[in-house]
């Protein structure tokens, strides 16, 4: 069983910035593609950033050149710098690992979650 677990969120004033953190309780090079969700009230989830194992990077347009997402194989650990942080991007935040189990099937893992609140 995989466990993620996300820390790193908080409250902060717009403009502000925080750096969230998903360990993960096995090696990260083991999932096809990591990413970071978010979820705010009355809203879907939706995809902020993600990483594949071959450190390929994709961001939301919503967040791009404010947010750098980065994995650290060594410590199980990926990351996601969110600078510039805007009211808008108050959500809960969820780290999600996805793993390729055949042709277009696979399975996801959550974590529980990081609530990121941005005051103006």
């Known amino acids: 069983q995989v466990h993620l677990v996300e820390s790193g969120g908080g409250l902060v004033q717009a403009e502000g910035s925080l750096r969230l953190s998903c360990a993960a309780s096995?090696?990260?090079?083991?999932?096809?593609?990591m990413g970071w969700y978010r979820q705010a009230p009355g809203k879907q989830r939706e995809l902020v950033a993600s990483?594949?194992?071959?450190?390929?990077?994709n961001y939301a347009d919503s967040v791009k050149g404010r947010f750098t997402i980065s994995g650290d194989i060594a410590k199980n650990m990926v990351y996601l710098q969110m600078n510039s942080l805007k009211p808008e991007d108050t959500a809960v935040y969820y780290c999600?690992?996805?793993?390729?189990?055949?042709?277009?099937?696979?399975?996801?893992?959550w974590g529980q979650g990081t609530q990121v609140t941005v005051s103006s």
């Open positions: 096995t090696g990260i090079f083991s999932f096809n593609v």
């Open positions: 990483i594949t194992s071959g450190s390929s990077t």
């Open positions: 999600n690992a996805y793993v390729r189990t055949g042709a277009g099937a696979g399975y996801s893992y």
